[in-house]
């Protein structure tokens, strides 16, 4: 029979989201249905609509999200009716060569992330006889949303919504984009380019791996005020004055490790970021948006430097979120604070205008019931 749903959709690159009653189907074998209460406002929903990552359209927006399992399909087992859960935004299906191998960041059962088609070649989100594919096959800007049981991680009930929704993506983006993908160690110099929703916690987690210097570079003074509170040690509103700054007090030899988790990846970042580190240095990109590695490989082999992309910053989604919201409860994550402002639904433009004005770190979506 199916239900009528409330949801943010996109019907073409460059419109504004907007509100509409779709129809959603009820789940099917290994399926689930989530009521969700909580979805966080991710820059990469901003680059769809704004066309600058491909994705097929119309969609349901919104990868980032937590709530209640509402019904579940034949066959789950994984989480049952009343589950409190936050959503990955890549499943993890647990037995693909991936999964197997301790690489869950990278499992096949993500293919359809930019369709949001299920594996059957359907759809759960209708709207006037179009089928709607929901974001990373998702859509947590919708009320109710039909996902895998392989995008589900079941968390303690106590842990408020809007916070386990971050854990959803920016969190462990971040956080796993300096202590995995980069293997931040402790004494050394980082330099983080972007300090939103991911370049946050690519601060908490460079600072919690022990490194000495943790700098971020961004141009909004409020982010930068705010990377303190996460623990960097040095903020800088450009970059040419933060390279000057590891020179000093590197007795240059430069930075060990440059994380970009800027909003729009770009040419300019790329370079500083390659000119920051030194001898066997790194460079983590987890931004995406334009720019190109346009590099001599001299300066790649003379330094021995390293550049290497990340995605979900190398995190295992069912073992790193539940990890990172035990952190969390024991006070050495800090997930309040990245809330800047909560919004209706019907507030999601406001919310990513905000985002792109430099006036959130991270915006919430409460979805009313």
Request: aromatic fraction near 6%; proline fraction near 4%; hydrophobic fraction near 40%.
């Amino acid at each position: 029979m199916g239900m009528i749903t409330r949801a943010a959709i996109c019907r073409e690159p460059g419109r504004p989201w907007e509100i509409a009653d779709v129809e959603l189907d009820e789940p099917k074998a290994n399926e689930i249905r989530i009521k969700f209460m909580a979805a966080g406002l991710c820059h990469s929903d901003d680059h769809i609509q704004k066309g600058d990552a491909p994705m097929r359209m119309p969609v349901v927006g919104g990868h980032e999200g937590a709530g209640i399992v509402d019904a579940v399909g034949e066959g789950v087992t994984r989480v049952a009716v009343g589950d409190h859960v936050t959503c990955s935004f890549i499943p993890a299906c647990g037995s693909c060569r991936y999964c197997s191998t301790g690489r869950q960041n990278l499992c096949d059962a993500g293919l359809n992330a930019g369709t949001g088609m299920f594996p059957d070649g359907t759809f759960r989100f209708h709207l006037d006889g179009e089928d709607l594919g929901g974001l990373c096959v998702l859509g947590t800007f919708s009320q109710y949303a039909v996902v895998s049981e392989f995008s589900a991680i079941r968390i303690p009930d106590d842990i408020p919504f809007d916070v386990a929704a971050l854990v959803a993506c920016g969190v462990p983006t971040g956080w796993g984009s300096a202590v995995y993908a980069a293997g931040v160690r402790p004494g050394d110099t980082v330099v983080i380019y972007g300090a939103g929703g991911v370049g946050s916690n690519a601060v908490q987690g460079a600072r919690f791996a022990g490194a000495k210097n943790v700098i971020v570079v961004d141009p909004v003074p409020f982010k930068r005020e705010m990377a303190e509170v996460f623990g960097a040690t040095h903020t800088f509103a450009d970059a040419a004055k933060a390279h000057d700054f590891v020179v000093e007090t590197t007795w240059g030899e430069l930075a060990d490790h440059a994380i970009i988790t800027v909003g729009v990846l770009h040419d300019e970042v790329i370079h500083n970021a390659l000119n920051v580190v030194g001898k066997s240095g790194q460079v983590t990109i987890t931004a995406v948006g334009g720019g190109t590695l346009d590099v001599h490989p001299g300066m790649l082999i003379g330094y021995q430097r390293r550049v290497q992309g990340a995605i979900y910053g190398g995190c295992r989604p069912l073992h790193d979120v539940p990890r990172l919201l035990g952190l969390y409860r024991s006070g050495d994550l800090k997930l309040d604070e990245l809330i800047t402002r909560r919004y209706r639904l019907d507030e999601v433009n406001q919310g990513y205008q905000d985002m792109l004005d430099g006036k959130n770190v991270r915006g919430v979506i409460i979805h009313e019931h």
